[in-house]
């Protein structure tokens, strides 16, 4: 079965480069989460999207900035990086409507983002 | 503000043992309870999506359980394998307190299972 596929799966920017992260996310799915996971910490919920709407904002800095496209993928931009946004970066999708399993999320492997 | 606690933080055990892994959170008004499993630098891997209207799931030797009015679910492991080590994850949305659809994540236990 398909699943939420992420990239890159590692990343090495430098201080104030700017990153994109992209996010496909599971066919029929309509819903895109993006978190960001510190060393050692859970998972921090950033920004959500339903129906290429913006739904939810979370602890994302305004240096962040993120949209889902017409074909549902989702893309994180993060400009000005400091050596703190280092973190995986986990995209997750799910489905709103009715069934069984409505509001199960399920997460990419992750972009691991390191910032030097 | 929805707060989930998972305890304990860790937990080590011999190959074989049956094992409970508990979570609290502290508004009631959930929506799903999802317990995952995460592997070290690795992605998060769904077990068990609880609703609100139900009590308990099970997959294999995983058995979650959800009591809403108190706060708290339990995921039972029956039979552990050195396998199952990794960090089990519990994770809410809902609630009164803003949740939305978003899930808010608990603290973890990492489990080890030893041979």
């Known amino acids: 079965a398909a699943g939420v596929i992420q990239s890159p799966r590692h990343l090495i920017k430098e201080k104030r480069e700017t990153a994109t992260l992209k996010c496909y996310p599971i066919?029929?799915?309509?819903?895109v989460y993006w978190y960001q996971q510190g060393p050692g910490q859970d998972p921090q919920f950033l920004i959500s999207f339903y129906e290429k709407m913006q739904s939810d904002k979370g602890s994302i800095p305004d240096r962040f900035s993120a949209q889902q496209f017409s074909d549902y993928h989702s893309e994180l931009n993060m400009s000005s990086l400091e050596l703190g946004d280092s973190a995986l970066y986990f995209c997750a999708s799910s489905f709103a409507g009715q069934g069984p399993n409505t509001g199960e999320l399920f997460f990419g492997e992750g972009s691991r983002l390191t910032v030097l | 503000k929805q707060e989930v606690t998972q305890i304990p933080a860790a937990l080590s055990v011999p190959e074989g043992e049956n094992l409970v892994l508990n979570c609290s959170f502290t508004?009631?008004?959930?929506?799903?309870l999802q317990w995952f499993r995460q592997d070290p630098g690795k992605g998060l891997t769904s077990l068990l999506l609880?609703?609100?209207?139900?009590r308990e799931q099970t997959s294999g030797r995983l058995n979650a359980s959800l009591d809403k009015s108190s706060g708290r679910s339990t995921l039972y492991i029956a039979a552990s394998q050195p396998g199952d080590s990794a960090t089990y994850l519990c994770a809410v949305t809902g609630g009164l307190t803003g949740g939305g659809n978003k899930l808010t994540f608990g603290t973890g236990t990492q489990l080890k299972v030893e041979l």
């Open positions: 609880i609703q609100s209207s139900q």
């Open positions: 066919p029929r799915h309509d819903t």
């Open positions: 508004d009631s008004a959930i929506y799903n």
